[in-house]
Each structure stands twice: as C-alpha cells, then as structure tokens.
C-alpha cells in the first residue's frame, strides 16, 4: 500500500510552533490566569544545615492582603509521608520540618493578593535557626567521622553500584602500563529559557483540581499529586502547557510543586507560584559534579586492556532519585572495545541543591572521562590520539554490540564518522597552519574525539520504555493527534504532523497535535533522556500506518478492489493508474455515518491507539549484574580548533566541527537546531559555566553576574555533518538527537587547549576551562 503524498518522513519541514511563539502567541504558565488568583512566595533557608528551632508567621499574617503564611508542620497532617532519595529511604517534606539542607530550601509558604506583597510577606516570617557545620567537600563527608545530614541514615553514602569482570588484577598485571588519573567535571545548573512554574484552580462543585504546570511529564506529576495529596487521580488535570525548555531541570517532582495545589485545595482560591531566576540557580535540580579514580591497563600499541574506575558523585540533599552515577558508571567503557571492567560508584549527600537529570545524565560524564583517557595515553605512550581511537573503536561489523556492562548498542560506524569529521574540519591543512601560526606566536590547538549518548531510557517505575499515540479523523475532516509525551520546545507537533501525514494523506495543517494535558491524552512518563522520536515517533507511526490501512480497507470495499492496488493520493484514495477513486471526506463521512457501507470486520469511527514498546531492554540485571537500560545509541565526532591566549587565559574557539548520527532523520530541520543548541550548552559547560558554593555551603555563583551562560556573542564557527547509520530496533530507525551535541565539547576542547599549549606540558583533568584555570596550568607546567 502506497501513499503518494507531498509530505514524506525525512523533509526538511518549517516547524509549524515556531510563527505563533515567535510573534508572543506561546502560553506557558505564567500566562495563566485564573480569576481571582493569590500568588505564593516560599521562605527559604538562609543556610546550607541548620535545625529550625522556630518560625514565627505572625509577623507577614499582619501585613494587610497577605491571607495565609504554613509551615510544614501546618500542612504535615495533610500530606501523605513521601519518601526519595536514590533509593527512596529519606523522608521528604514539601516545607522543610526540623532541619534544612541546601541553601534556598523552603521552609514556609505565603499567600498574598500579589506576587510582591507575597514577597514582602515572606520577609517578615522569623525563623530561629540553631546552625550545624555544613557538608560541601563530597570527598570528605564519605569519611565516618563527617557530620550527617540524615540523622535516619548511617553515613552520607547514600548510593552505591559495583560492577566487575572476572580476574581484572591479572589483566593489570599483565599490561604493558597502567595510567592512573583523577578526573572531575564541575556542577552544572539546566538554565531554562522558562524557569519553573505552578498554577492550581480547585472547583469545589465539581472536585475537579487543575495544575498547570512547567514541567517535562504531566502524568507523572498527575500521580505524584494524587499520591501525595491523597486525592482521586481521575479528579486532577495536570496541564503542561507551553514549556520553555527543561534540559533535565523539569523531570521529577520538587518540593514546591505540591504546596501550590495544596494551598488551593484549602483556601478554595486559584494559586500562582513562578520561580525568579536566583530561585533556579539556587534550588533547581543541578547536575554533573562526579569525581572519578581511574586506572586504564593498556599495550605498547595502545590497545586497551581493562579499565577500572571509582566515581565520586556530589548528589546534594539527595532528596530525588538520581540516574546519574549509574548511567555513568555503565558507560565510561564508551564507544571502544573494552570488555575488561571494574566500577565502584558512591553517590554522597552534602549540602546543596539536589541533583539528578541535566542534559546528557550521566553520560557527559562518562564521555569526558573516558576521551581525556584516550588521549592521555596517546600522550604517554607518544602515540596520534586519532590512531590509538581507531585501534580501539567497536567495529561496524561487530553490531549490535553487547558491552561490558550489558549495554546493547543497536548500530554505529565509528571510524567512518571520525575521518568524516576530520574530513570536515580540513583536518591536514589545519595542521599545517598551525605550524605557520605557531611561528607568528599563535598558540592554536586542534583535539579529536568521538561521544556517544545513550537514549530512550526505559528504567522500571521511571520512563517505562514505551510510548502511546491515540489519532482520530473527526468527522469534520480534521485530524488529533494524542501524544503521551509532551514538548519542551523540540518541535513535536511538526514532527509527529509529518510521519502520520506522510502515511494518510491528509494536508500537515488539517492534523493538531494535542500533548501535555492529562484530560485528553494517553499515559506516557513525559520527555527526557531523548526517548521521543526513539519511542513517541515510532507510536504515531504504527498508528497512523493502522489509520491509513482502516482507509483503505473501506475504500476497497466500496471501489470493489484489493486493498494492495490503492494509493492514498491527492486527497483521495485511487487506483494507482488512477481511474477509480474515492474522496478522503467520503470514507470519512462514511466511516461515521453509513456503516453499512464499511468492511465486515471494521469498527465504526476512524480513531486508532498504538504503542511503541522498546525491544531491546533488560529490566532486571543477568546474573553478572548486566543490563541495558536505554534503547538506542547516537554518536557525534567532533574535531575543535582553538587558540589559546598564554597571556590572558582566553580560549577562542576558531571552529567546531562535528558529524553526528542519530539513525534516520524525520526532520533535518529539527534535528539540526537540536544539536546546534546542544553543542553551545556544551560549550557552555567547557568553558563558561559552574555553580559553586563555598565552605558554609553559600552559593557563591548566586545570579547570572556570577553564573556566565554563552549568548550568542559566544557561539563559535560550527559545522555540522549527518552520517545516517538506522537502528535495528524501531520502525523508523531512529536513536534520538537532543543530546548528543553536549558531550563533545569538553573533551574536545580539552584536547585542543593541551594541543595549542603542548610546548608547555598542561595537562587537563577537570572542567570547566575559564581564563584563571588556563593561566594556572600553564603557570604549573612551567614550575
């Protein structure tokens, strides 16, 4: 069955999101009104680890048009007990009770009649804080003696994973050498477009509760809800509306997220809460900041032997459950054949925001560390980092590839990807003007590497690893489209317009795309870890490919031919010498209103439901403690060329260039901005970005004076090549593009700056790369 239509899965399509957002049209939630809304403002902690000895609201319920001040303790009896953490055994409280743990963490909430009287409210609150020592160094608060942020616990090792092969010690004993380094990437913040957001409306007559929230998966927020309030899930709508990006920052729940809905259950009135931006950096989950020991066993000739590694992760207040020290230490074997390993993985509690999902969880880390070994033991052993990557790379031929760790990588060509990108990048003229550079006192650097980003993670309990796609023909001839993940600004409703117009036929602006809105669309666990054109996309294929045969099916009926000789063409559906035809308005007209006229075996109606199940998930580990957690595995090479100032520190990136493959493309167009975007927040993370805190745990990067995001002034040359190799596993073949992009440029750059300052001996081991580090390692290098 053909479809012979203007629209086909791979053209490169203007998103159909973009005129309304660009002209201000967007609704987030912000936007949202609701008549005779209060605004609700959070007293925050002002230090990192203290007990609350008191707080006393009656000074801010003085202050005329505020209408109510809690507390934890106000709210506790109408809460379910709540427990997180990474391995939910740490009670959490929406409005801290007893003790607090980061700076910033609520402690009280105020309702007023404006966001600034809410404000003004929550300055008057008292709180009598008795102080405690703070926990920040994640190194020292393994060591017993370390002051305790959960009194229920018995240590701040509060995760830990073990992975090891079989005779790992003989492997080492028997290498030619062993590199032992100490690496570590800095704290991260997501940084939105559009920082968090609540509105909750409670219609007493109805019992019906409606939250409009900025978050990445409205259905789990839904059941966090219902679970936490103890209130029927079917009475509450959860609307996701427009979201300003998320980057991991909107994926589980906060503690906030339920005293908004909470306060308009009991006042009965509309509530408004939005996040300033201090708030986001103060309190938004943050990610990265892992610490990793590392020994690699090689040969003379570069070969990798073994590596074993210990990973330190900074997780904060630990509130959230965190998939980041897992995810790395599953993946530091990376894209090469290494097949002898060993991982001791400790998540620790300090005191600082929480942490967990940032674009690339996990996996950046795991990128970094293993790309700074490769190029470390080309430099040891004298060797061209490019050729020990080569030696080393999983060949096309040995796909579908069972790691050591039991990953299951679905397709990769990673030696052709690599010569592609450095085909790109001009790769032996750019060594040449190096030299003639060098010799003008020009210090450049050219670093070659390859990452890759697993996707469409599908854990038990947390993104389930499926996708449901619902489409209706409404009898009026326009198209819906139910999707079960939402959109943080990707451009979904293009894409998933595209693939079912590409299968009946029908025009891309008669087909509406309805996401994020509990009320009307299937259950899905939400957006993240690039799983929605690896799980959401294949869904709305299956369904619209059963829509399209359910036209057929009727049209064959009634033109008294096989189904196999049609073609869905120009609005009709016809023969495909085009002789006899039916109009699409027709079979739907029919499908509705003479059934009489449709196959024995069809239903009346023209809407369909499919889902898209990974096929190649391990749920539970095998008996070596191996499993594959994610369904899809694209790569990027990149080849950066820097020169590096010797006198101020400065790097400027002269050009990036980077081939990326994420199996089959549905929109070039799409995928392009995607990964452009996701090389500048790389970028941004190599060089520019990092939350710190000091010693009493105050944050010291506390605004965007201190916190340098890239803007555009910032973006360097990039060039992006596509290398299409399918994955086996989907319909469509396709892995996932968002965040690919990220995981190249630290180590990339890293590479390139040790390159332009080789004369000197610096050696990179830690992120980011800002003017004061650069002058301290070539300070170091030359004592």
Partial sequence: MEVKNHVEIGDRLKRKETERLIAGKGTFVDDVQPAGALYVAFVRSIYAHARIKQIDTRPALSIPGVHAAVTGRDIQADLAEVRGGPVRDIKIYPLAMDKVRYVGEPIAAVVAESRYLAEDGTEAVVVDYEALPAVVDPEKAMSASSTKLFDELKSNIVYEFHFSTPDLDQVFSNADLVISERLNSQRLTPFPMEPRAYCAEYEPRSGLLTCWASTAGAHNFRTRLAETLGFPESKIRVVAPDVGGSFGGKNGGYQEEVVVPLLALKLERPMKWAETRVEHLRTARQGRDQIHYIDVAVKKD?????????????????????????????????????????????????????????????????????????????????????????????????????????????????????????????????????????????????????????????RIYATGGYATCRIRIEPSGTVSVFSSVGDQGQGHGTTISAIVASRIGFPLDKIYVIRGDTAATPYGFGTGSSRSSVVQMNAALLAAERLRDKLVNIAARNLQVPAKELVIRDGKVCEKDGIKAIGLKDIVRMAYGAIHQLPEDEEPGLEVTSQFINPNIDYVPDERGRMNTFSAYPYAAVVAVVDVDIHTGFVKIVKYCTVHDCGNIINPQIVETQHYGSVVQGIGAAIYEQIVYDEDGQLVTASLMDYKVPTVEEVPDIRLGHMITPSPFSPLGTKGAGETGMLGPPPALASAIEDALAEFGVEIRNTPYTPEKILGLIRNAKN
């Fill in 302 to 458: 570069g070969t990798i032997l073994a590596v074993r590694d210990k990973i330190i992760a900074d997780i904060g207040c630990s509130y959230g459950v965190d998939n980041s020290i897992s995810s790395a230490a599953l993946y530091v074997p990376g894209v090469y054949q290494i097949q002898n390993y060993a991982v001791d993985a400790y998540g620790i509690a300090t005191n600082k925001a929480n942490h967990g999902s940032l674009r690339g969880i996990g996996k950046a880390e795991a990128a970094f560390v293993i790309e700074r070994m490769v190029d470390i033991i080309a430099r040891k052993l004298k060797l061209d980092s490019i050729e020990v990557r080569k030696k080393n790379f999983i060949p096309p031929e040995a796909f579908p590839y069972r790691n050591v760790t039991g990953a299951l990588y679905d397709s990769g060509q990673y030696e052709k990807c690599l010569t592609q990108a450095l085909e790109l990048a001009q790769y032996e003229e750019a060594k040449e003007e190096k030299k003639r550079l060098r010799a003008q006192g020009v210090y450049r650097g050219i670093g070659a590497v390859l990452v890759m980003e697993p996707t469409s993670s599908s």
